[in-house]
């Protein structure tokens, strides 16, 4: 992967660099830069903080994938789509997507290690195939890449915020606008780091909602992401007084809606161009079977047992 610095890089860090351009984790660039897997006009570079010039070309050289060390495992998961250089999977809810640290199995990763053939290994030994992710108690539609250039073109499309993804998500409270814009960057909870938080100096954010039903106490919105922060659309929806039903983390602690899974949040819908060929792909999967009841025990009687008229009657 090679990149040119413009104006607005210049004086940035190399491992910001890199990771603003590519879905790379800065632990992991720090990682490859130190051991001389990044060139700077030519010139291997090993120090992370090295800052960068305006016009200067900055090259990653990716190490030859391991074999990854994670475990295939046998775990229902609904292939949607597939063909030689993606898959787009449905993950439910309850699901990490990557082993770590207290899940060392179980995630989707073991199961798509076990349910397709060949993945990328951009992402690395834990996260073959991760293009995006979503939250453990997010249910939805994932893509998964299972080629290096596959991976890095469909990298790009998120980027230039061309790739489409969209949530049903119901929320607490009227809302007293039927559709809107959220625009915060998010960054980490300054006094609680398991959290995120609108803050200075954060990650450009921006949500745009509107509201597809209104509930009891509640609404039914569809919430389209131009980025893709973590929690984004949790930490948007909450900061304007209306968290997402079921969120333990940044919902009310009194007056909140018990679910087993926690946030009633569910990504539905994926539109990108088709990495070989420029074609355009979408796909739309409906809620989960607890999303649909919560919701059918929060409508007016007029609404009841309807289907979101957001979904096609042949989605997923």
């Known amino acids: 992967m090679r990149f040119q ?20 984790t800065r632990s992991r660039l720090e ?15 090993k120090k992370p903080s090295f800052a960068l010039k305006a016009g200067q070309w900055v090259e990653l050289e990716l190490p030859e994938v391991k074999e990854a060390k994670v475990e295939a495992e046998n775990i229902p998961l609904p292939v ?8 787009v999977v449905f993950k439910p809810s309850g699901m990490v997507v990557h082993p770590a640290a207290g899940n060392p199995s ?17 992402g690395g030994e834990m996260r073959p195939g991760i293009v995006h992710r979503i939250d453990k108690d997010t249910s939805g539609l994932l893509l998964v890449a299972k080629n290096d250039r596959s991976h890095l073109i469909l990298s790009e499309q998120i980027k230039a915020h061309s ?15 039927d559709e809107g814009d959220i625009e915060g960057p998010i960054g980490r909870h300054p006094t609680d780091r398991k959290k995120m938080a609108i803050v200075p100096g954060g990650r450009e ?35 304007i007084g209306h968290p997402v039903a079921g969120d333990p983390v940044y919902g009310p602690k009194k007056g909140n809606v018990t679910t087993q899974s926690g946030q009633l949040l569910h990504a539905y819908k994926l539109g990108f161009a088709h990495p070989a060929d420029g074609r355009a792909l979408c796909f739309e999967a409906p809620p989960e079977a607890e999303f649909m009841e919560i919701l059918n025990k929060l409508r007016p009687m007029e609404l009841k047992g309807r289907p979101i008229e957001v979904l096609k009657p042949e989605s997923f």
Request: glycine letters at 10%; aromatic letters at 4%.
């Open 106 to 122: 179980g995630t989707m990763v073991n199961a798509l290690l076990y349910h397709l053939s060949g993945l990328s290994g951009i």
């Open 80 to 87: 949607v789509y597939q063909d030689d250089d993606l898959a």
């Open 205 to 239: 954010a921006h949500t745009h909602f509107r509201v597809l039903e209104r509930l009891n106490g509640a609404c039914l919105i569809e919430a389209r992401l131009t980025t893709g922060r973590t929690h984004q659309i949790r930490v948007h929806m909450a900061s």
């Open 31 to 45: 990682k490859l830069i130190k051991g001389g897997s990044v060139l700077v006009e030519d010139r291997v570079e």
């Open 163 to 177: 790739m489409q993804r969209a949530y049903l998500a119901i929320v607490l409270g009227g809302m007293k606008q």
């Open 5 to 24: 610095v413009e104006e607005a890089g210049a004086g940035r860090r190399l491992d910001v660099f890199l990771s603003e351009n590519t879905e790379l």
